[in-house]
């Protein structure tokens, strides 16, 4: 058997079609195409689509597709097993979390700004009752103060704070003050003037080096980088760091299944040391530390916020393009549109998830 024809036999379960006439099929360019990803699977697949090997009109269509097939379990190359023994036998080191700011969170304020709108905020939105990516978001962090029930006076602390624009948020409408830690120096450059005049200390700072005693705390979008081998020692950071009536609220891309590494491609050229947490394994490391107060999932909002982020680079691209490449604008639209089919597939969900030290005499009431 040929490897085009090993390959089209593999899609079939998928039905989509080498060089077939339909929007999710796939057009070849190179035929190395077909042994690249004999070769390396998801890792050579993403590599050949930026390298320009094959297109498909529907990218993000197709890609659910191959993952509602589960083709992906089934096309294991060596590349998949390395990524998950070093996940499994190594911890995070200290200088990786700052590799992640320099390679993913510095690529660009400009780059930040077309894509996530008037809040920087990179991260899922909350679509319910929302008209659009901007009321969506700040429904999102109201969502979170909300469920913290955050009140003039308090002291809360953002594990990742990303540009800021959570505590900014809460600092404006709630009257919290705090603190926030980011690996990226982008990122707190534009968090410090975002927030310049609140009560609101942005901290260049891994999230094991965080200190103090607050109120609430709570996490947007980081855990995704902490790694399996850390997740025990971030829930005791955590908790050391939370009043004993206090309420910590985590905000976290969640996988069906328990994994110990992310996806080959993403993890080479999106978020390095990157994996998803299961539900197994986030209850694991919460034992004895933690009651869990309520378990959200609106994970199907997340591929309506990255079809928004999609639409938002195109649209900027004839400004984006004097900076980016057209390799890297390939490679980006290949990561918005594989996570893109990883929630529409529900392969992905989207978890916030609300944690009390002892819990809440009288129980919790869960805002949605």
């Known amino acids: 058997m040929t490897p085009r024809d090993r390959i089209q036999h593999l899609l079939e379960a998928a039905d989509v079609r080498l060089d077939g006439s339909r929007a999710w099929d ?153 603190a926030g830690v980011t690996v990226s120096e982008q990122q707190v450059e534009f968090a410090r003037e975002l927030c310049r005049g609140l009560p609101i200390d942005i901290r260049l700072q891994d999230y094991r080096e965080a200190a103090g005693r607050f109120d609430r705390v709570f996490s947007i979008g980081m855990f995704e980088h902490v790694g399996v081998a850390n997740y025990r020692r971030y829930f005791e950071l955590a908790r050391s760091c939370l009043a004993g009536d206090g309420l910590f609220l985590l905000h976290t891309i969640g996988s069906d299944e328990s994994v110990h590494a992310k996806d080959p491609w993403i993890g080479k050229y999106i978020f390095p040391n990157s994996m998803l947490p299961s539900a197994a394994q986030i209850t694991a490391a919460i034992e004895d530390l933690f009651i869990i107060e309520d378990w959200h999932n609106f994970g199907a909002d997340y591929d309506r916020t990255l079809i928004a982020w999609r639409d938002n680079v195109e649209r900027a691209w004839p400004a984006l393009g004097e900076r980016y490449d057209e390799r890297f604008r390939r490679m980006w639209r290949y990561y918005l549109s594989i996570s893109m089919a990883s929630f529409r597939a529900r392969r992905s969900q989207l978890w916030q998830i609300v944690l009390s030290p002892r819990g809440l005499r009288g129980g919790y009431i869960a805002p949605r």
Not at 52 to 62: H, K, T
Not at 68 to 89: F, Q
Not at 137 to 164: A, F, I, T, Y
Request: aromatic residues 10%; charged residues 30%.
């Open 26 to 178: 796939i057009r070849v360019h190179d035929e190395s195409f077909l042994h690249r990803v004999l070769a390396h699977g998801s890792l050579g697949l993403g590599e050949c689509y930026m390298d320009g090997n094959w297109d498909c009109v529907e990218l993000d269509s197709m890609l659910c597709r191959l993952l509602d097939a589960h083709l992906d379990r089934r096309v294991r190359a060596l590349d998949d097993y390395w990524y998950a023994a070093r996940a499994r036998l190594f911890n995070l080191p200290k200088r990786r979390p700052f590799e992640i700011g320099r390679r993913h969170y510095d690529l660009g304020n400009d780059l930040y700004r077309a894509m996530l709108g008037r809040r920087l905020v990179y991260s899922c939105a909350y679509w319910r009752q929302a008209r659009d990516l901007d009321e969506a978001q700040e429904h999102k962090l109201d969502l979170v103060c909300r469920k913290l029930g955050l009140g003039s006076g308090m002291q809360v602390l953002d594990l990742g704070c990303g540009w800021g624009e959570a505590l900014q948020f809460a600092a404006g409408r709630y009257g919290v003050s705090g």
